[in-house]
């Protein structure tokens, strides 16, 4: 479901998409397999299925032992669930250690009382001049089940979902794609070697995904952070397809500490309006804007802090010379050895 975006979006973050940080990855998954839970079971209250979206990949591991944990000791049964996976390579055997299919069958499936019926993976083992008639079922298949509830997210260093890479079309549907070369040196640790990892894949589409009712994507680790900046805080792009979430109406991003390093909230901080000046926010902000400027600290003038963003600074502060001392002075004193 779309946004309806009015012409001037006036807003006081930077941040286009609600963002939920959490300090690792651990606590934010258990927050995920929570909603998911709470998901079904509201289903299960009013007797209909709850129809999942989801990924592989590293990012939901930790997600998938938590429902497999709550399976077991809190006793919530996946007999109302119907899943459809954003994707798998191609060609690929179905039992290969590095298809999709096994992945969710060994993180997921066979530790829960799923119905296999009810299981939908895209089929990496078809023929060739088949693959078109099975993403047409595919997508087929998603809108008899009344449509994906909720649709779990990982994403690409290059801000890939699923399989759409950079390019892909906001309307594009389930479809074979080649895979990105960085995404393919990405994933090549599951491979032998770099040669052997599919150079095709088929995805669920943008269009697909966007369809869904909910969208939550998720990213741990500092190796998302700059794409995570992109995806949310960027305008929208088919080059940055995770970044075109941003027009959908119910959609959150669950990060860590580490992928949220780069949003300004927590990298520029005063640039917000909301910062409290303590002497290590004040030095950051600084020694930012000097290297950005490329001045020497001592050198920056009232209108350097002006045209930086940091006139609240300057005015709780007295003048730029005061605040550069006190800055030059921090740093002078941080040098040892
Ligand atoms: C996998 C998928 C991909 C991954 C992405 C991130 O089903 O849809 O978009 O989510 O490549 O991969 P990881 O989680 O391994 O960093």
Partial sequence: MLKKVSPVDLTDSFEKVP???????TTGSIAVAREIADLIREKQKRKLTCVLGLATGSTPKTLYAELVRIHKEEKLSFKNVVTFNLDEYYPI???ALQSYNRFMRSHLFDHIDINPKNINIPN??????????HCIQY?????????IDLQILGIGNNGHIGFNEPGSSVHSKTRLITLDNS???ANAYEFANISQVPR???TMGIGTIMKSKKIILMAWGPGKAPVIKKSIEEDHTEQVPASLLQIHDDVKFVVDEAAAAELTRYKSPWLTGDCEWTPKMMKKAVVNMALKLKKPVLSLTNSDYNEYGLSDLL?????AYQINLQVYYMLRDSITG
């Fill in 315 to 319: 005015v709780e502060k007295g003048d």
């Fill in 200 to 202: 095709l894949a088929i």
């Fill in 124 to 133: 990496g083992e078809i023929k060739k001049e088949d693959i078109k008639s």
């Fill in 93 to 95: 055997d179905n039992d």
């Fill in 19 to 25: 963002v939920k940080i959490y300090p690792d990855l």
């Fill in 183 to 185: 995404t393919r040196i």
């Fill in 139 to 147: 997508e087929k298949r998603i809108a008899d089940a009344g449509g």
